[in-house]
């Protein structure tokens, strides 16, 4: 805030600016908690990760190599859970792909408030769920930004060291799944779009989505329903789009 107000014991207006500290610090002490707490979740998914990708028959190295190469919790999961059902190499990394086209939506999203040039492409490595949900619901662009880059920094640690625990796990535990780690990713990524959801049409929009991903979930393999959820979204946006 700017102010030009005379003091002392002169007539001269002098002008000064107040920053508000407090609110400054108390923004960056919720964004540390925000990501701290989605990171956390992200490594516990990782965990399940890993000692899936153990149990398939997967070398330590080539997992963390994975975690580390593509950060989409879907995708690899799809992977590891297409080999477990004895589909090919290739086509279960077909599979995974197709899960992941879903970031292209993302991706577009986040070049709305990231900046151009160069690093766009590391950018591109930190587009998924986690990270651009919790940027959107971010109030401003300079703000998205932060919440972007500092999250996806925080998730390519968390990630392949939840991976790297989990491989240690899957050697001693003999059913991974009972565990139920995989259920924190979810729980996790509807808190954030419910922070996102401002308007009536987006929470009309965000809930057809939910239904219909849940409705296909039990017909689709593993990581298909985000991309049944995104048709609603699709939709909702062009009626909104018309009626603007």
């Known amino acids: 805030m700017i102010a030009n107000e005379p003091y002392g014991l002169t007539n001269r207006g002098e002008s000064f600016m107040i920053i508000d500290v407090s609110s400054s610090e108390w923004s960056v002490r919720r964004m540390v908690g925000d990501v701290g707490s989605i990171a956390s979740a992200v490594l516990v998914v990782g ?5 899936l990708a153990s149990e398939v028959g997967l070398p330590a190295w080539l997992v963390i190599a994975l975690a580390v190469a593509v950060l989409a919790a879907s995708a690899e999961l799809m992977f590891i859970a297409s080999i ?4 090919a190499p290739l086509a279960a990394a077909a599979g995974a792909l197709l899960v992941n086209l879903r970031n292209g939506v993302y991706g577009i999203a986040a070049s709305r408030f990231l900046h151009r040039g160069w690093t766009r492409l590391l950018a591109a490595h930190f587009v998924n769920d986690e990270t651009v949900a919790y940027a959107s619901a971010q109030h401003d662009s300079p703000r998205r930004r932060r919440a972007f880059w500092v999250l996806g920094w925080a998730i390519l640690l ?3 060291a939840g991976a790297a625990i989990g491989v240690l796990l899957g050697r001693a535990l003999t059913d991974v799944s009972a565990l139920g780690l995989d259920a924190v990713f979810p729980a996790i990524l509807f808190a954030m779009v419910l922070g996102a959801v401002r308007s009536k049409h987006a929470a009309i929009i965000v809930a057809c989505g ?3 991903a849940v409705a296909v979930t039990p017909f689709v393999p593993p990581g298909v329903a985000p991309l049944a959820a995104l048709v609603s979204l699709g939709l909702g946006w062009k009626r909104g789009s018309q009626r603007d």
């Open 84 to 87: 477990l059902a004895g589909a």
């Open 47 to 51: 965990v399940s990760f890993g000692a």
């Open 158 to 160: 968390s990630w392949p």
């Open 210 to 212: 939910v239904l219909l």
